[in-house]
Nanobody, 115 residues
Framework: QVQLVESGGGLVQAGGSLRLSCVAS????????MGWYRQTAGKPRELVAV???????NYSDSAKGRFAISKDNAKNTVYLQMNSLKPEDTAVYYC?????????WGQGTQVTVSS
């Protein structure tokens, strides 16, 4: 079983920045891709950003130009740098690890952006 532990969420004013971290309990080399998703009450979980084992990245339209996903293989950690935050970015953010045989989720970290 793989554990994913997110941190870095919190309350920030609109226009501010946060950096989320996700630490995996095993080498992230073993995953095909890792990503960040977010969810608000009553809505399905949506993709924010993903990074592949080859470090290719992909972003949702709402994240492009404001968010950046990166990883540190030596630390088994994936990051999400979020800049120019907007109130509509308020959500629980989840880390995801997609392997060749299984998929894993973290417990989520709350991000709240005040106007």
């Amino acid at each position: 079983q793989v554990q994913l532990v997110e941190s870095g969420g919190g309350l920030v004013q609109a226009g501010g920045s946060l950096r989320l971290s996700c630490v995996a309990s095993r080498s992230i080399f073993t995953f095909n891709r890792m990503g960040w998703y977010r969810q608000t009450a009553g809505k399905p979980r949506e993709l924010v950003a993903v990074i592949t084992s080859g470090s290719s990245t992909n972003y949702s339209d709402s994240a492009k130009g404001r968010f950046a996903i990166s990883k540190d293989n030596a630390k088994n950690t994936v990051y999400l740098q979020m800049n120019s935050l907007k109130p509509e970015d308020t959500a629980v953010y989840y880390c995801n690890a997609y392997g060749y045989v299984a998929e894993y989720w973290g417990q989520g970290t709350q991000v709240t952006v005040s106007s």
